[in-house]
């Protein structure tokens, strides 16, 4: 059996190919518009509270890498990145739809979409850490590491 | 003394008569008979049967004669007469002779009144007993002389052997126990001991030594005993059993017969692991010694993933072996056996590794790890000196922090270092996020005091005290080469609570200024940048540096940031400026790196400069055109752990990237949803043909199954493209071009379409890289050399051929099967 997988078309690919085919020998560009590092600036931190309209294991076409939460807010719902480990792994996240979170993180333009990067998550009783401070996806390994230190602090990633 | 057999009619009668009984007579609890002897058995011992050890004496033998209606028949003369069994086995009665004659008892029982004495031979004899003058068949008594105690112990069969280092001897050790008359003891525990240390050799059980019973035979074997990894003897296989004196084998562990030179291989990798509930970072690096039969002799690896796998391994010649899959295409498996019974285990033996082998020419390989337990991709390279010089190094090391605050997360390293007698200075530069946020440290300086030990034959030492990381932090490096000028180094940080590993090159005696920069004789470089783990992204771009105002002139860059998402293609990087005057040490220097459009988060890289004339990817080809440039450590607190190199660039001539290559690249992918950001690698060799097509071959190992959801690792995998020349030194193979482009590849009987930039330092040297969403590899694209010397295909005998990958799955029968 074969099968042919084809990846999911680039940001610029589409661009790419009228490039190509209007300029040859063109370094490529015109990229869309996407912010400027910091890629997480913690000075922009908000914190989010509202209900998990769905988990996503993998991200769905136009979204960014790694798992999501949609959110339903008072304004809206919001894509949240939960980034490649929240929902792997020993310790990982658990949610379903219909349970109220409070998300803390950063609202960015990715990909001339609006997603929020989130750092932690605090659900049922427990904050989950899913970034670093400078929005660096924490590991299944730290969640095992830290839970083994903080078993009784009630604080796990 | 003779007696009548048995009283006539008359006699009996009267004796009846006179004590008043007419009709009958009771003799015992049987009646007699008046009736002549019908019949004669052996009655006591029970069954006839009885044992004495040599030279004891036997019970007394009874045989009963009786009438025709079974009644005892008193009288009767019975002879016991011995007959010496087949072995030689006999006995004697009192007197010296060989028959007793006893007369029946009122119930007709004849007893020996003659001790009877086993004779000096164990086994089996026979008495008979015989009614005399009656012709009924004798009674007989089945008697067994047994040895007697334990007195001796021989060493019978299997000593004086000769065995090849981690072969089996030919025959087992045989010892036998005799009792004083030399007759062998069954049922006797004997115990073989082989030395604990150097040259000896193990049982089946794995271990030196090992107990066996003595059969009927007496004699004790033992299971197959194979000689260890260690030349040398004769040295005694003791035989020992409790109250005997000891016995020796003496054996003899042979060296392999090496038709040609022995020389040492330097080998380090890093990736992700499937053990110790995987993934995990893992880092590996090591020596191998391969004479020219492929044969391992030996070597030692250090082996880390900081995360329960933290050690210093010996690698036995047991197993291991450097085989040809296809020698032409200088394609080869590594199998080495480690000390470390926690490798390995997937697919190989506990402690073994087996890595697949791509020589680039004799010197140099791509390498990466294909036994299930991991993945990664590095190289190995012929170590042609085991001594480290002293002189100034500029150094990077990636890999995981996992010390601090408990966060398993990337952590990179890079400076420029002096190593004099056996101390080191100098400054170095690290970005940590295994501390709870991202931290970047430059300039700081290595701790006072720091140490460098001497190096071994492997041309392996230590580094101690140097505070990088952590204050506990010990770092191995292993000696590359080559034999002079500056050398390269492969080192290896070896704390238990983190890991990292990289290389150092020697700067030697160069002054470096923004005018040499990235050489003294190119102003254009390839640049390259990889991290993974916490943050899975690749850089790849091409620059001319304008050394009067320290900035690019030039350049254009790929960038795909997996994690943040970043997939920028062939971007202006110029206007990026660099710094290597009035820094912290000669050959220190900072990149600040802008981008045409918003978006890659690499900015902040510093620059390590590395003597002008040593080659960073192939040492020891020191007259290749490829020399010189520098390492690249990212500093930009999104992207902790990204390294890289700086490749002069020489030559974009796109006619000239033309002929026989070899590539490889390491994977990191969101393909299979239970697996994110796991990785797969490959390497491959085939050719590329000016305008018309870039064909490769090769094995990948996916350990996390990230193509199709089962691990595997495959060879004949295909990749294939026309790869456009957009602008000088940019090939891009893609989905979006016209037509469409990108990478073909067939792994394991899957398809794939990978998009991918190429970019081109010179004939012999370019780099690719993947932009998709979903996936980001980078990895180098090299031409390869003759590998005139690689050590060839290793031949059957001599050792014990590695067992077969058995996961490895063949790939629609279009290439080379491995094993």
Known sequence: MSSRRTQPARLIAGLLAGLLLAILAVPLVAQPERESHPFYDISKEVTLTGTVSSVLARPAAGMIFGAHLMLDTASGQVDASLGKWALQGKGALSLSAGAPVELTGVMKTMNDKQVFIVRTVKANGQVYTIRNQSGVPNSPQSRARVSQKTTQGGESL | ?????????????????????????????????????????????????????????????????????????????????????????????????????????????????????????????????????????????????????????????????????????????????????????????????????????????????ETDTTDVNGNATSSAFTANSTAGGPYNVVASSTGLTSVNFAETNTTVVVSGPSNNYVFYASGEEAINAGPNYYAVAGAVTIDANGNILGGEQDYNDAFGITATDTISAVNGALVAVDASAGLYTLTITTTDVNLGTINTAPGVEEFVVQFVNSSHALITQFDGSATSSGSLDLQTTTSASNGSYAFTAAGVDNNTSGNYASVAIGGVVTANSGGLSGVYDIIDAGTGTTVVSTGNTITAGATLSGTDTYGRGTLTGSGMITASSVFAFYVVGPATGSQALRIIDMDANDVAIGSAYGQGSATFTNATFPTPTAASGVLTLLGQWSEDYATLGEFTADSTNGTFSGGAADDNELDNSVQMEADSISGSTYNLVGTAANGYGTMAITWGTAGPNVSAVNVYMVDPALNINDPNNTTSTDVGGALLLDLDVALPGGVGVITPQTDTTVADFNGTYVAGFQNFNEFNTNCFACEFDMISQGTMTTGAALSLTGADSDPFGTWDGTAAESAGDTFTSTPLSVSSGFYSMSVGNNPENPIDATINTFEFDMDSDIYQASATTLYWLEIDSNGVFLGPIVAQGSLTGVPLARKPGGQTQPQPNKNIKPNKGLGVRLH
């Open chain 2, 1 to 209: 003394m003779n007696r009548k057999p048995y009283l006539s009619i008359s006699a009996f009668t009267l004796v009846c008569l006179t004590m008043g009984l007419l009709t009958s007579c009771t003799i015992g609890s049987k009646k007699s008979s008046s009736t002549a002897p019908a019949a004669i058995a052996a009655t006591s011992p029970a069954g006839g049967t009885e044992s004495a050890a040599v030279g004891a004496t036997y019970g007394a033998l009874s045989a009963t004669v009786t009438d025709g209606s079974g009644a005892g028949v008193s009288g009767v003369s019975v002879v016991f007469a011995v007959v010496n069994g087949a072995s030689g086995a006999s006995a004697s009665f009192a007197t010296g002779g060989t028959t007793d004659t006893e007369t029946t008892n009122s119930s007709g029982v004849a007893t020996t009144s003659q001790a009877l004495t086993a004779g000096t031979v164990a086994g089996t004899l026979t008495v008979t007993a015989t009614a005399s003058g009656a012709s009924i068949p004798p009674a007989t008594f089945t008697l067994t002389n047994t040895a007697s105690a334990p007195a001796t112990l021989t060493a019978t069969s299997g000593q004086g052997q000769s065995a090849t280092v981690s072969t089996a001897f030919a025959n087992p050790l045989i010892a036998t126990v005799t009792d004083a008359n030399s007759n062998p003891v069954q049922g006797v525990s004997v115990t073989f001991t082989a030395p604990a240390s150097g040259a000896s050799g193990t049982f089946a059980n794995g271990t030196a030594t």
